[in-house]
């Protein structure tokens, strides 16, 4: 429901703003609210048009970006200036997309192969997060639009698989447009919203969420619990969607007119008008049993049967990734208590019936598979605006984020399947006196030795005053915000000098790497467990050889030439122990230079006290 508010000080009615929900999608995108009236999900649209936005951007020669229908128009004639597909160039470098590179009609700059990619349109570079940030400018404007209000706020989907760094651009892209990104949500997990899963706290379900869009095959096994969707697995086709089917229609029809297809193939006008028969023909059989057109002096046809024998192979290679990912889940089809459908594709009857038949169930498909992911954000979109306060949404995170101590050990802060938004703070110190400066290294993974995890960020804390080792306190804090982004600060307790990170990696991880993590640190767990009791051995050692050290250097005269000796026998049992792998032995000889200085630190301690008392002043 909207909320209207009465601003006390000035009397005046205020409209809580809304926060509207989006699906950046690859092929179209769209945004949702909650109406106002009906309290339901509704996609916006202009008076009689589509909600869907294709994801296109067409500039003209003045570098003017137009979006949507009209940049769509331009796709087959003025290819090298419309974008299509920006969203696969999200967090990008040209190295990672060198493989499909002869996908993309347009200029993908790659002369700096290792860092995020650009396009070249004329003589103008833009960045993915630029050519991203047009659409969603295109949905703030129609959402003001239609809604006669500034919209400022924003839920953002992304799909489950991306990683950080491709949710931190789909973040900068939103505030390039002006949005106030308040969180970025997982497309299967706003589906699943949209369908009013998961909304109740004691819900446990484990769910399936095949999403079959234009360019793009994915699908998501969850786990829905205590309003925590956990993404159990995710698997698909990075260049499998609805395209296809068009290109296999396309196919069809020029063998039924005789046409080899390299004779049309750099006549970009008939290709046009061809390929939008071939989609139009494919709508059509979603809903009915033949489809006739006339193409140029042509007349084409094509049954639903013909359909279908030509795009069961494709159909068949999304079932592959289904087995994938169920198995990749430690699941069996039984387990999944409900299959969702999402994504334009998914219209089409043979894919409904093959998945239905795969998973022995029928598909939910009762929201409009074009919007189910607009709406499920706006539904959490509704959530973050506090209309639905009973109900939190979370995610966890997928690996422990930790940073390095001493000897390269792990330092976990928060752990693995932690809730999110999460913090956590520890405190540590310096080990040299008057260190001023202490590196913090954040890592991600599950293993004890930082070396075998993966090093998020760094930064060199520095301003510590001059104090004695041990001394400074410094409390080093992680914060997790909701979309999963974490910054580091460092604070020095005593001073308060205080520094901080946002750590954006340049590259997040793959599914495939965070599983790979996890199966390491599994199989290193016992030998990474004897590692980390022998690094602690020793750094207890060396620290009590300084601290010995240091002590009879500053206090000679508490010690006796007997002790002196005895002291420096077991100090140098320990150094000597310090260099072979053997924690017991170094833990011995620990207790042994113990043993011996004990007696010492106690009078030490003892002069310590009375001399503060003498200085005491009443
Ligand atoms: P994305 O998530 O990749 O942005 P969408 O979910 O919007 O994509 O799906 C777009 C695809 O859905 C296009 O290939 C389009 O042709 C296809 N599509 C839309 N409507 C239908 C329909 N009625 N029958 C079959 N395919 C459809
Ligand atoms: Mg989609």
Excluded at 67 to 83: C, H, K, Q, Y
Excluded at 506 to 517: A, H, N
Aim: with cysteine.
């Amino acid at each position: 429901m909207a909320k209207i508010g009465i601003n006390i000080a000035t009397g005046s009615l205020q409209q809580a703003e809304m926060i509207v929900g989006i699906d950046l999608g690859t092929t179209n995108s769209l945004v949702a609210i909650i109406h106002p009236e009906s309290g339901k999900p509704t996609a916006l649209k202009e008076f009689d048009s589509s909600s869907l936005v294709p994801s296109v951007v067409h500039f003209d020669g003045f570098g003017n970006a137009e979006v949507g229908d009209a940049a769509r128009a331009f796709l087959e004639t003025d290819p090298s200036n419309t974008i299509f597909s920006a969203k696969r160039l999200m967090g990008k470098s040209f190295n990672d997309l060198k493989s499909n590179a002869g996908f993309f009609t347009y200029k993908v700059i790659d002369d700096d192969t290792d860092s995020l990619v650009k396009i070249q349109v004329g003589d103008r570079f833009y960045s993915p997060i630029e050519l991203s940030s047009f659409i969603l400018k295109e949905l703030k404007n129609r959402a003001e639009h239609i809604l006669k209000t500034p919209v400022t706020k924003a839920v953002i989907t992304v799909p489950a698989y991306f990683n950080d760094a491709q949710r931190q651009a789909t973040r900068d892209a939103g505030r390039l447009a002006g949005l106030d990104v308040l969180r970025i949500v997982n497309e299967p997990t706003a589906a699943s919203l949209a369908y009013g899963l998961g909304l109740h706290k004691d819900e446990e379900k484990t769910i399936a969420v095949y999403d079959l869009g234009g360019g793009t095959f994915d699908i998501s096994i969850l786990k829905i619990a205590g309003g925590i969707f956990e993404v159990l697995s995710t698997n698909g086709d990075t260049y499998l969607g609805g395209d296809d089917f068009d290109r296999a229609v396309m196919e069809f029809f020029l063998q039924q007119v005789g046409i080899p297809f390299h004779e049309i193939k750099n006549d970009k006008s008939q290709l046009q008008s061809l390929r939008l028969m071939a989609e139009a023909a494919k709508k059509t059989l979603s809903s009915e049993e033949q489809f006739s057109g006339k193409w140029n002096e042509y007349n084409l046809s094509i049954s639903k049967s013909e359909f279908n024998s030509i795009i069961e192979p494709l159909v068949s290679r999304t079932k592959d990734c289904c087995a994938k990912a169920l198995s990749d889940a430690c699941l069996t089809v039984e387990q999944i208590d409900a299959v969702i459908m999402v994504g334009g594709s998914t219209r089409v009857p043979l894919v409904k019936e093959s998945i239905s038949a795969f998973f022995g169930k029928q598909v939910n498909d009762s929201v409009n598979p074009d919007e189910v992911v607009a709406l499920g954000a706006a539904v959490q979109a509704d959530i973050l605006a506090g209309n639905n306060k009973d109900f939190l949404l979370l995610d966890i995170t997928p690996l422990s984020l930790g940073i390095e101590t001493m000897g390269g050990l792990m330092d976990v802060l928060i752990p693995r399947n932690a809730k999110i938004p999460n913090r956590a703070s520890r405190q540590y110190t310096t080990q040299k006196d008057g260190q001023g400066s202490m590196r913090i290294s954040v890592f991600q993974g599950e293993r004890d030795l930082v070396q075998h995890n993966r090093k998020l960020a760094e930064f060199n804390f520095t301003g510590i005053p001059g104090m004695p080792a041990g001394l400074p306190k410094v409390e080093v804090s992680f914060l997790i915000n909701a979309d999963g982004i974490l910054s580091v600060t460092a604070k020095e307790l005593r001073s308060g000098v205080e520094q901080s990170i946002e750590v954006k990696p340049q590259y997040g991880l793959t599914d495939e790497e965070v599983e790979k993590m996890l199966l390491d640190s599994i199989t290193h767990a016992k030998e990474d467990m004897t590692t980390r009791a022998l690094v602690e051995a020793r750094t207890e050692g060396e620290q009590i050889l300084e601290v010995t050290e240091k002590f009879i250097a500053k206090n000679p005269e508490l010690l006796s030439s007997e002790e002196l000796v005895q002291t420096a026998a077991a100090m140098q049992n320990l150094q000597l122990a310090l260099t072979m792998d053997d924690k017991n032995l170094i833990q011995i000889k620990i207790e042994e230079l113990n043993e011996i200085s004990r007696p010492f630190a106690e009078r030490a301690m003892d002069a310590a006290v009375s001399g503060a008392l003498k200085g005491k002043k009443v």
